[in-house]
């Protein structure tokens, strides 16, 4: 539910680079669902490799991404970033080896302001030029899924508490 007495800051959106993956690092944290009231994940866990490897070397081909910068602190807060995985690497949310797996996350005060909505919306037109479909892996519990149903993702598996969304852009998996 938005808070009606958060005032959504100045802000602009541009490409991730490779030189953005410290703050990945930071994004990659802040992406790890806590139900209200339960501890707060250690933050050394982003080093598990299994969670590291939708950051570690960012930059390789097929990485994309958008960072949103607060325009007052010119600080990056928020990113939406999409990393293709293999049946041999696979993420939580991997589906195939041609549909990259996607992330978004916001530093908590500047969530519920509509920002991650827009950082949605620019990485689903960038993957629409390049890939026949967007995935991810939420936690059934988690109130953004609602974030991810509105553009259209559909559940496609559930394992214990954790969904498995997709977004299908063309019928021909193996175009690339």
Do not use: C
């Not at 549909?99 to 960038?126: D, F």
């Amino acid at each position: 539910m938005r808070e009606f007495n958060k005032v959504r800051p100045a802000y602009f959106i541009r490409p991730l680079t490779q030189a953005d993956e410290p703050f990945l690092w930071q994004m990659l944290y802040q992406a790890l669902y806590v139900p209200p009231g339960a501890d707060p994940f250690p933050p050394e866990i982003i080093n598990e490799p299994e969670i590291a490897r939708y950051v570690q070397h960012w930059g390789r081909d097929g990485d994309a991404g958008f960072v949103a910068i607060d325009e007052t602190t010119r600080q990056p807060f928020g990113a939406a970033w999409m990393r293709l995985f293999t049946a041999a690497d696979k993420g939580y949310g991997y589906v195939d080896d041609q549909t990259p797996e996607l992330s978004v996350a916001l530093l908590s005060e500047y969530r519920n302001l509509g920002i991650g909505t827009e950082l949605l919306r620019r990485l689903i037109e960038a993957a629409r030029e390049r890939w026949p479909g967007l995935s991810l892996s939420v936690s059934a519990y988690n109130p953004a899924i609602r974030l991810y149903e509105r553009p259209g993702f559909e559940v496609i598996s559930e394992g214990g508490s954790s969904r498995t969304m997709r977004m299908i852009f063309s019928q021909v998996a193996d175009q690339n």
